[in-house]
């Protein structure tokens, strides 16, 4: 009898074991992810050989978590960490990641913040050897699955807000652009010097819809908007934005009602 049971309990688990391995198998794709991250921002960008993570949201184990439902739970590298500025909701995240992640190249925009927090990640980084490097709107990068264009920013704005890195991404025949915490007059900035160039598919709704953000105007140039969001006490996603986007018909999720929002 004892060893039945034995038997038993050792084909339940090896049964578990094929069962987490077919199903973390399935995990290999290519897609883009915006991650709930609570409130702030994290988009997944991902193929079966790159890993690319768009800020990290404020808490890093959160976000962790949000990883593992999509990626490999044994694969613990990041190819490429964006920052796009210096906003804890943005880079908060990183500290718990580095300790569970192989960070092979951190990206941020090339203006400094004296934001405690964000210097303390930025010793971090040069204590563990972390390879890092700044981009500004007119690099750009290219795997095999993406094109990403850095747009913004193209000099020192007043506020690290406004300094945010501003990508847009190519892939799977799709575009997607990502915008930080921009407000509406980097928004206007954007389509005076891009002109229809800016158009996406995806919009990352700047600031977490801020009402100081998503012109009307601006946000005639997408097709779908996504809000990060999560609780908080600054009224995101602001209702005039909410309002704006159901007069436009323009269709948008938000990640603290629905979850992540995946495009294949
Ligand atoms: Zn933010």
Known sequence: MKILTLILSLTIIINLFLFWYIFD??????????????????????????????????????????????????????????????????????FDIIE??????????????SESGYL??????????????????????????????IVHPDKRYKNDNQNSLVLKILKNGKEFLLTGDIDQKIEKHLIE????????????IPHHGSKYSSNQYFL???????????QNKYNHPHLEVIERLNKMNLPYWRTDLNGIFMVK
């Open 25 to 94: 198998n399935l995990k290999t794709d290519s897609f883009v992810a915006f991650l709930d991250v609570g409130q702030g921002s994290s988009v997944l960008v991902f193929n079966s050989k790159l890993k690319l993570l768009y800020d990290v949201g404020p808490y890093g184990l959160k976000t962790i978590n949000e990883l593992n439902k999509l990626t490999k739970i044994y694969n613990r590298t990041l190819d490429v960490v964006f920052i796009s500025h210096p906003d804890r909701d943005h880079y908060g995240g990183i």
């Open 100 to 113: 569970r992640y192989k960070i092979r190249l951190i990206i941020i925009n090339p203006y400094l913040s």
């Open 120 to 149: 303390k990640f930025l010793e971090l980084i040069k204590n563990k050897n972390i390879p890092f490097i700044t981009l500004k709107a007119g690099d750009y990068l290219e795997s095999n699955f993406e094109k990403i264009f």
């Open 193 to 204: 010097k891009y002109g229809k160039n800016i158009k996406a598919d995806y919009l990352l």
């Open 220 to 230: 005639s140039n997408f097709n779908y908007a996504i809000i990060q969001v999560g």
